[in-house]
């Protein structure tokens, strides 16, 4: 897909995942006893609080420019401290999962819009269409992806949650590591080309739950 030729169905449902997706993690903590996002004025639908200068405006940029197959990006990270939290381990969990339940919610309002397409103006359905339709895809990418189990990620606060110490504890102790390991697990499939080989491993794990939540979708949108 040339996403130079569609960016203006795909700003919109960009800016509102990963809006939301923070917005939620916040929203959580502060009704679990943690207000230090809401302070800082971060539980907002306002998408200008949360965008990240790279994250959500360059990385997304580079790669339409680069021809990438995917489009990715993320927004500021929502501050939390749980130490303020009622059950600092439990409510942690609780936090980690708003973010990508966020994402799994957008992807059933995007499929549920689709009902309503029928009664617009064919430019206006046709450009709704094209907004459900990659709303379905990025938020399905988000919630995959932040699930991965690699702190920082939401997946990585889940799993140490909710693991033993004696796996929890280690784990923890990668989060100051945990985008490195992220970069490398997106640069692997460039080496992979270098050395005729198929190192394409991180989407090799995403695709099956990325499937799994557009089908979601496909379960909800109009016959």
């Known amino acids: 897909m ?7 169905v795909i700003v919109l449902p960009l800016l509102l995942a990963v809006t939301l997706h923070e917005a939620a993690h916040g929203w959580v903590a502060s009704k679990l006893g943690d207000n230090t996002a809401k302070m800082l004025g971060r539980v907002s639908f306002n998408p200008f609080v949360h965008i990240d200068p ?12 680069s021809g990438a197959p995917f489009l990715f990006g993320y927004a500021k990270p929502v501050p939390i401290n749980f130490n303020n939290l009622h059950h600092p381990r439990r409510d942690m969990v609780l936090v980690a999962l708003a973010g990508p339940m966020a994402n799994i919610l957008l992807v059933i309002c995007a499929a549920l819009l ?12 046709k450009w709704l269409v094209g907004n459900i ?6 938020n399905a990418i988000l919630a995959a992806f932040n699930m991965l189990p690699i702190p920082p ?3 990585g606060r889940v799993a140490v949650g909710i693991l033993p110490d004696i796996i ?9 590591y945990g985008m490195f390991i992220i970069i490398g697990l997106f640069l692997l499939p460039a080496l992979g080309q270098q050395i005729g080989m198929n190192l394409n491993i991180l989407w090799a ?12 979708a496909v379960l909800i949108a109009p016959n």
Do not use: C, M, W
């Open 133 to 138: 339709i990659f709303a379905v895809k990025i």
């Open 54 to 65: 790279f994250g959500t405006v360059l990385l997304p940029l580079l790669l339409l420019i």
């Open 205 to 216: 794990v995403l695709q099956p739950a990325i499937d799994l939540v557009e089908q979601l």
């Open 2 to 8: 040339n996403y130079l030729q569609v960016l203006p």
């Open 153 to 155: 990620l939401d997946g």
């Open 168 to 176: 929890a504890r280690p784990l923890s102790r990668l989060e100051p």
């Open 114 to 125: 689709l009902h309503i397409v029928g009664f617009l103006p064919a430019l206006a359905g």
